[in-house]
């Protein structure tokens, strides 16, 4: 599948391992060298973080193949219930021991949080926090809910938990960032948001933050930024590319910073010091649209070799999904 992905795209920005869950097959490792092998500039590993809490070993030498890497880390709840609900059982204390060998070998890390309404949306504030406090985390994905999986008794009506509430959530939970700090991404506005920070210290600036009134009227007087100049345009669409490492993210807040008139660049801004949080809205049977599709960033690579936009994943080529039979002999 990796040379599927290769042949495709012929240096893939990033390519993440997922599952079930990867850290347990017997060849992981050997998965990794050959990965790192390719022409592949960043690597993501999806997990549910048993392993790394569990075999320090492992973790000691997942830190190896830094930089280029970066741990996907679930990280749905602080409460029991919610993760027994989401998860099957009380995973905190998995959590806990995960992040704490995470930050002993500093390895770059993304909290993946599923999020479903009325569950665990109250703790959206609680976890940037959480994670703006950690040494080896680079940012908070939010994901909120989608009907796949094994979600039971989803009514769209009433469950439907969209990117819109996600992003007032952060503004009504988070101190952090104010509306116009959290953007759609480019590639994909209808179901991708991010912001970007940087973290000084115990000090948050969002990128917007850094972007003063006086500078922000003289140089985009129409307040149409992307098109007032090319320069700025091109760094701004680089900087909210989903195909950005910690550290290339790095890079471009700095290009950024020094295209804008009478801004300072603060010193020493390295991969530890970028934060971002990013909403992820997948889609499923009730708001499945084949424009959006067209326009996805995320896609997987299917066992027989071809590259599916992961929208379409769950609805039509997963073993028992609905429309499985509709594609399957193609």
Do not use: W
């Amino acid at each position: 599948m990796i040379d599927a992905v290769v042949l495709n795209e012929g240096e893939p920005q990033i390519v993440q391992l997922s599952g079930g869950e990867p850290t347990i097959h017997p060849q992981f490792f050997e998965v990794m060298d050959y990965v790192k092998s390719q022409p592949i500039k960043h690597l993501m590993i999806n997990t549910n973080g048993v392993r790394i809490a569990r075999d320090r070993k492992f973790c000691d030498r997942l830190s190896q193949y830094m930089p280029g890497i970066e741990v996907y880390l679930q990280f749905d709840s602080f409460e029991a219930e919610a993760l027994k609900e989401l998860r099957g059982e009380d995973l905190r204390e998995v959590r806990e021991t995960a992040i704490a060998h995470l930050n002993e070998f500093n390895i770059s890390t993304t909290l993946v949080v599923t999020v479903k309404k009325g569950l665990n949306d109250g703790e959206i504030g609680k976890i940037i926090d959480y994670a703006l406090k950690q040494k080896c985390i680079r940012g908070v994905t939010f994901q909120p809910i989608q009907a796949a999986g094994r979600l039971e008794g989803f009514n769209p009506a009433r469950d439907r938990y969209t990117l819109t509430e996600v992003r007032r959530a952060i503004l009504e939970q988070s101190p952090h960032f104010q509306p116009q700090d959290i953007l759609p991404v480019p590639c994909h506005p209808d179901c991708l948001a991010m912001a970007y920070a940087l973290k000084m210290g115990d000090r948050v600036i969002p990128l917007t933050g850094l972007l003063g009134d006086e500078s922000f009227v003289e140089k985009v007087p129409n307040s149409i930024l992307y098109e007032q100049n090319a320069e700025l345009k091109r760094h701004i669409f680089e900087l909210f590319s989903t195909s950005h490492s910690p550290s290339s993210s790095a890079t471009s807040l700095k290009q950024l910073l020094c295209c804008l008139p009478m801004l300072n660049v603060p010193e020493g801004i390295t991969y530890e010091n970028v934060f971002r949080v990013l909403i992820v809205q997948f889609l499923d049977p009730f708001n499945f649209d084949v424009r959006s599709v067209k326009r996805s960033c995320i896609h997987i690579a299917h066992p027989d070799g071809r590259i599916i936009p992961f929208d379409t994943y769950n609805m039509f080529y997963r073993p028992g999904s609905a429309g499985y039979h509709l594609v399957s002999d193609r």
